[in-house]
């Protein structure tokens, strides 16, 4: 069965300092990822996603992250953090059912705080 | 029109209360899903439509009927609900149910009940 593991549960960084934030999944065949940011009490918004190809994938908002098969990694970078990065940081994998319709799996999150 | 709408933003019921939730969107998605997330946690697959069909049902209790009258709406119809029901209830929309690169999934800023 498909699965995402995102590591850190909390992470904080200092506002114009780098970002990685880490994800691992488990998918038997070529994985389809996408990285989500949830603001409190918000719906989720797409940062970026990974289908094929150029393993590095630019998303919005300046974040971008890089698809690693050997490591079954798919992390998400910011080289400055600003203020109004601090959010929860979903991963996802997604899945055909045949015969039904696509489902995402989500990983457990990771919060940003941003102190000033 | 690029997003999902649901309403009511906030609902308070009681347990023997009736309530609908309501989602809508007018990208000309034809799958719709629900999820329900609790704090701290990442969103639950409820319901999946397909082409206006039920097409995933997660084994969510009864006391949650789904209902998607036409392709750009999407409702949730709650009765006798318990207090572990109060959740962000949240929405979301894909292009085409049974492509994964269409997996992309738009969210809406979710209903927040609360169950007394």
């Known amino acids: 069965a498909q699965s995402v593991t995102q590591p850190d549960i909390h992470i904080t960084v200092s506002e114009g300092a780098s970002l990685e934030l880490r994800c691992n999944y488990s998918?038997?065949?070529?994985?389809?990822l996408f990285w989500y940011v949830q603001s409190p009490g918000q719906g989720l918004q797409l940062l970026l996603k990974?289908?094929?190809?150029?393993?590095l994938v630019q998303g919005i908002k300046g974040f971008e992250a890089e698809f690693k098969r050997s490591q079954s990694s798919f992390n998400l970078r910011k080289p400055s953090v600003h203020w109004s990065d601090a959010a929860e940081y979903f991963c996802a994998v997604g899945r055909v059912n045949t015969g039904t319709a696509s489902k995402l799996t989500f990983g457990t999150g990771t919060r940003l705080q941003v102190t000033l | 029109d690029t997003e999902v709408t649901q309403t009511p933003k906030h609902l308070v019921m009681g347990m023997t209360n009736k309530k609908s939730l309501k989602c809508e969107q007018h990208m000309g998605h034809r799958a719709m899903y629900w999820y329900k997330q609790k704090a701290k946690k990442p969103p639950e697959l409820m319901f999946v439509?397909?082409?206006?069909?039920?097409?995933i049902n997660e084994s969510v209790p009864s006391r949650f009927s789904p209902e998607c009258p036409n392709s750009s709406l999407l409702n949730l119809h709650l009765h006798a609900l318990q207090p572990e029901d109060s959740a962000l209830y949240l929405c979301?929309?894909?292009?085409?149910?049974?492509?994964?690169?269409?997996?992309?999934?738009?969210f809406g800023p979710g209903t927040r009940l609360t169950v007394l």
């Open positions: 979301a929309s894909s292009l085409y149910p049974k492509v994964l690169a269409a997996n992309e999934q738009f």
């Open positions: 439509y397909s082409y206006e069909k039920l097409s």
């Open positions: 990974y289908f094929s190809g150029d393993t």
């Open positions: 998918y038997g065949a070529t994985p389809y």
